[in-house]
């Protein structure tokens, strides 16, 4: 699936494609890296496969924190529920990003992409960066967007 993920050089690849979706991409990321794993995903919307796709990854991720739009949220509150009892942190806000960030404390990985959480079959388009000074500037953002959202209280 990932033959059409391009790296450019050692810590930036790009695709466009309707052969790599966002669960392609989210084990990859776990392949990639070894040991504990801090996970962050921020996604429009969450889709039950997707949620069991982040339990059965539990045995080696200490810490999951998703951000969701909160409309759709608010619209699907059975779901969003399941879903806030599977990660550590649910955040919601008027969210359209679509991001996959790992971190092992050694590296770490992010996505960013037009991929929803979902697993549709579409064109999709994305970068990752690899230990790239980008990842930083991503982090900070989280922790600004943080400031704009409502936790989901379990």
Known sequence: ?????????????????????AHHIFDYMLEELTGDL??????????????????????RVTHIT???????????????????????????TNNHSKTIFMDNGNEMILAMMSNNATNNRR???????????SIEIYLHYIELMKLECVQWMK
């Open 123 to 133: 064109f999709e388009s994305g970068v990752l960066f690899k230990n790239h000074p």
């Open 66 to 92: 998703l951000f969701l739009d909160f409309t759709v949220a608010s619209r699907k509150p059975r779901n969003t529920d399941y879903t806030s009892r599977n990660v550590d942190e649910l955040w919601l």
């Open 38 to 59: 801090k996970i962050i995903v921020s996604s429009f919307a969450i889709t039950e496969p997707w949620v069991r796709r982040l339990i059965r990854s539990r045995d």
């Open 1 to 21: 699936m990932l033959n059409d993920l391009n790296w450019i050089d050692e810590s930036t690849g790009i695709f466009l494609s309707n052969n790599i979706q």
